[in-house]
Structure formats: C-alpha cells, structure tokens
C-alpha cells in the first residue's frame, strides 16, 4: 500500500513543514497582538485613572460589566468593578488587536500607529455610549475617554509597527513603503 502523507498534509492539503511554518506564525502573531493591546490598555487605563481622579469617570461601570459577563453576585445583582475591569483589560489584549489587525490596512494612515489611532476613535463612540454615567461630568468624561481611546490605539499600533519587522506574522504588515 502507499503511503499517502502525513495527517496534516491529508488534513490541510499542504505539507508539514508549511503548517508548522503557519502554525507559528499563528502564535507569534498571537502574542504579538496581546502585548500590543496589553500596553495599549495600559496607556488608556492611565487616562482612565487621571479620569476617576478628575470625578469623569465612574467605576460601577466595569462592575455592570461583570453583571453583563454573568459575573455578579446573585443576592445583590451588582458586579465587582474589579472583575468587570478584568474583561476589559482581557478584551483590551484580545478582541480590538485582533480587529484591528485584520482591518488595519482599510483605515486611513499612512503608519499602523496612525490606523490604530483612527481604529480606537471610531471605537470610542461605543465605549462613550458603553460607559457613561449619569453621575460624572459629560464634557470631561468625553475629553479624557477620547484621549485614552486615541491613546490606545496609537500605542498599540506603535506595538504592531515594532514587532512587524522583527517575525514573520503573515496578517500585521505596515501599508507605507
């Protein structure tokens, strides 16, 4: 009988070298995007302190975030701030790079920074909507979220243009030449 190939080239329909090769390119791109939405999330939350010390910003918000995750205390249906800004910091490294990644060669700028600057202030028009208060100042709150969305998104590009010519990671690549 034949052999007719390893599992992964009957699987993938190309060789094993080549799906390994994609495979890490996968993980390193991986990576890659949770560093860069991590410091980018560092970025914004330093905004988002100076926004909670300045009364412009209202900490019960990450806690109707846990509620919203399923993650809030059954007797008194309020979530812990703490957990709902643990989704927000795991959101913040996961799902906005990834976006951002996938989309950033459609956004206006001539760098990944300038593209993650234009990707997070489209963003924050949902994060504004998302996380306002009634009980904070709505001028300072728009101000400060919109500095630290634009904030994020600058530094997370900064990250993704860093990191692009140092591996191989086949979906970031800057748009100059």
Known sequence: MADTGSLVEEVTGESESKA???????????????????????????VLA?????????PVQFG????????????AGEGDPVLGYLIFVGGGMTTWPFLFAALHEYLPGWRM???GITFAAIGWAGFAIAFYSPNVSLPMFLVLTFIGQCLYGLVMGLAFEYAEPRTDIAFVGTTFQ
């Open 50 to 58: 100076l926004a909670l010390f300045l009364d412009a910003f209202d």
């Open 113 to 115: 920074a300038v593209s």
């Open 64 to 75: 109707e975030m846990a509620v919203m995750a399923g993650l809030s205390d059954p007797l």
């Open 20 to 46: 390994r090769g994609d495979l890490r390119r996968i993980v390193v791109g991986g990576l890659v995007g949770g560093i860069a939405g991590g410091l980018g999330t560092l970025a914004f939350s330093a």
